[in-house]
C-alpha cells in the first residue's frame, strides 16, 4: 500500500511518538525491541500502531526474514527519508522558541 489520496501529508506524523520513531530510522534499519529501548516509555501496543501509521503512508517499510524466531527490521523509505529535513527544521525551530 502507498499513501491514502485525500489524506492532509501532516496526517503520516500525527500522533504521539510518530515524529520520535522517525527520527530513530533516520539512522538506519532497526528491529522493534531496538526502537521500543531508544523510546523510552512507548508501549508495545502504541510503536505497532505508529509503525503501521508510518507504513501505510509510504514512509516506512517492514521486512520480514523466515528465520527461528522471525527476525523483522523496520526502515524508512526513499519518501520516508524526504522528512530528514523537515525534523531539522522542526528541531531547531523548538530550540530557537525554547520550547
Known amino acids: ?9 501532516v496526517g503520516a506524523l500525527d500522533g504521539e511518538w510518530t515524529i520520535l520513531v522517525v527520527r530513530d530510522l533516520l539512522g538506519g534499519t532497526r528491529r522493534f525491541g ?3 529501548r531508544s523510546l523510552a516509555g512507548i508501549s508495545p501496543k502504541t510503536l505497532t500502531d505508529r509503525l503501521r ?3 501505510e503512508h509510504g514512509l516506512v517499510e ?9 527476525r523483522v527490521e523496520y526502515s524508512l523509505t526513499s519518501a520516508g527519508r524526504t522528512l530528514e529535513p523537515v525534523l531539522v527544521a522542526l528541531s531547531q525551530w523548538g ?3 525554547s520550547l
Open 1 to 9: 500500500g502507498g499513501p491514502r489520496p485525500g489524506r492532509p501529508a
Open 34 to 36: 531496538e526502537l521500543r
Open 53 to 55: 501509521g508510518l507504513e
Open 62 to 70: 517492514r521486512r520480514i526474514y523466515a528465520e527461528v524466531p522471525p
Open 95 to 97: 530550540r530557537s522558541h
